[in-house]
């Protein structure tokens, strides 16, 4: 029997501010995930120390005040698959991170909420007409010009990132299924613990500890900040859907672009800016359509 969660609440305000913390405190973690890459520790490392430190810090700042509540979940296979879901997306995104810069791997993450928007029939139900199908369509385009196949640019990693933002994609409609089933603690607790038990029989096959005390610091700011973003996140999900969060966190591309080029020397160039204009636009669109299509038709008018 799980803990008695707040309902799904309808406050969009908030859950919108909600997720742009989160993204704030996410930068931290991809900084340091990005900063350990470089200094050759290997990825499986890299994601372990991740879910390690949160799942370390989880327990001991809500078990004292939780006890037991804190693992009890009202749907444990959606718990575990959400928490698998998650371990792939850090996994693929660490990977990515050591062939190409933090701004293309976060913009093409960003097509996640084109993604959502594809699977939200299949799995939530949704009718998706044929103008969101359009903007889901251009998304990718955009995805083409940043990553640009056939040219000396193009890194086979930008695969990586896409199969990433397709479980980025998994893991949010998981969140929104999960709100008012599972108190935001108790998924953040599976949502560490299942990364690190996966992961425990290859985890310490190739360790290597950070040798300068910078990478000491990214080593520890890993697990509070990916425990401190996901928390917000899921909070976010209890008061709007994946459709009406996702394109706000697009906020996040210009604190990455400014941090890779003042930490890594990355800057983006002028096939990024474009690409990410276009990706932009369709996730915009999408949430535009969203919005109009939930508003209750109101006298003769017909907003559809």
Same mark, same amino acid.
């Given at each position: 029997?799980?803990?008695?969660?707040?309902?799904?609440?309808?406050?969009?305000?908030?859950? @919108?501010?909600?997720?742009?913390?989160?993204?704030?405190?996410?930068?931290?973690?991809?900084?340091?995930?990005?900063?350990?890459?470089?200094?050759?520790?290997?990825?499986?490392?890299?994601?372990?120390?991740?879910?390690?430190?949160?799942?370390?810090?989880?327990?001991?700042?809500?078990?004292?005040?939780?006890?037991?509540?804190?693992?009890?979940?009202?749907?444990?296979?959606?718990?575990?698959?959400?928490?698998?879901?998650?371990?792939?997306?850090?996994?693929?995104?660490?990977?990515?991170?050591?062939?190409?810069?933090?701004?293309?791997?976060?913009?093409?993450?960003?097509?996640?909420?084109? /993604?959502?928007?594809?699977?939200?029939?299949?799995?939530?139900?949704?009718?998706?007409?044929?103008?969101? &199908?359009?903007?889901?369509?251009?998304?990718?385009?955009?995805?083409?010009? /940043?990553? +640009?196949?056939?040219?000396?640019?193009?890194?086979?990693?930008?695969?990586?990132?896409?199969?990433?933002?397709?479980?980025?994609?998994?893991?949010? @409609?998981?969140?929104?299924?999960?709100?008012?089933?599972?108190?935001?603690?108790?998924?953040?607790?599976?949502?560490?613990?299942?990364?690190?038990?996966?992961?425990?029989?290859?985890?310490?096959?190739?360790?290597? &500890?950070?040798?300068?005390?910078?990478?000491?610091?990214?080593?520890?700011?890993?697990?509070?900040?990916?425990?401190?973003?996901?928390?917000?996140?899921?909070?976010?999900?209890?008061?709007?859907?994946?459709?009406?969060?996702?394109?706000?966190?697009?906020?996040?591309?210009?604190?990455?672009? @400014?941090?890779?080029?003042? @930490?890594?020397?990355?800057?983006?160039?002028? &096939?990024?800016?474009?690409?990410?204009? /276009?990706?932009?636009?369709?996730?915009?669109?999408?949430?535009? +359509?969203?919005?109009?299509?939930?508003?209750?038709?109101?006298?003769?008018?017909?907003?559809?």
């Amino acid at each position: 029997m799980s803990a008695a969660v707040s309902p799904i609440e309808s406050r969009a305000n908030l859950g @919108i501010a909600l997720v742009l913390t989160s993204q704030i405190v996410l930068l931290m973690l991809d900084i340091s995930a990005k900063w350990l890459s470089v200094e050759g520790m290997p990825t499986t490392e890299i994601v372990f120390v991740r879910y390690g430190m949160h799942l370390a810090l989880l327990l001991l700042l809500f078990l004292p005040v939780s006890g037991a509540r804190l693992f009890q979940t009202g749907n444990l296979k959606l718990e575990i698959l959400r928490g698998a879901c998650l371990l792939i997306t850090t996994g693929l995104n660490f990977l990515a991170m050591k062939f190409l810069p933090l701004t293309v791997t976060a913009a093409i993450q960003f097509t996640s909420p084109l /993604i959502i928007c594809a699977l939200s029939g299949p799995l939530l139900g949704d009718k998706v007409g044929w103008r969101r &199908w359009l903007a889901i369509g251009c998304g990718f385009v955009g995805i083409l010009i /940043i990553v +640009r196949p056939g040219s000396e640019a193009f890194q086979p990693a930008a695969f990586l990132s896409l199969a990433c933002a397709f479980f980025l994609a998994l893991f949010s @409609i998981l969140t929104r299924k999960l709100a008012g089933v599972d108190s935001a603690q108790t998924q953040q607790f599976f949502a560490g613990a299942t990364p690190v038990i996966l992961l425990l029989p290859v985890a310490f096959t190739d360790w290597v &500890w950070p040798s300068q005390p910078i990478s000491w610091v990214a080593f520890f700011v890993m697990g509070a900040a990916g425990l401190g973003g996901h928390f917000l996140n899921s909070v976010a999900h209890r008061f709007a859907t994946p459709a009406t969060l996702a394109p706000f966190s697009y906020l996040s591309l210009v604190y990455l672009s @400014i941090a890779s080029w003042l @930490i890594f020397n990355e800057p983006p160039d002028e &096939w990024f800016i474009l690409g990410v204009g /276009i990706i932009i636009s369709s996730g915009l669109y999408i949430w535009l +359509r969203e919005r109009q299509l939930s508003r209750p038709v109101t006298g003769e008018v017909n907003l559809r």
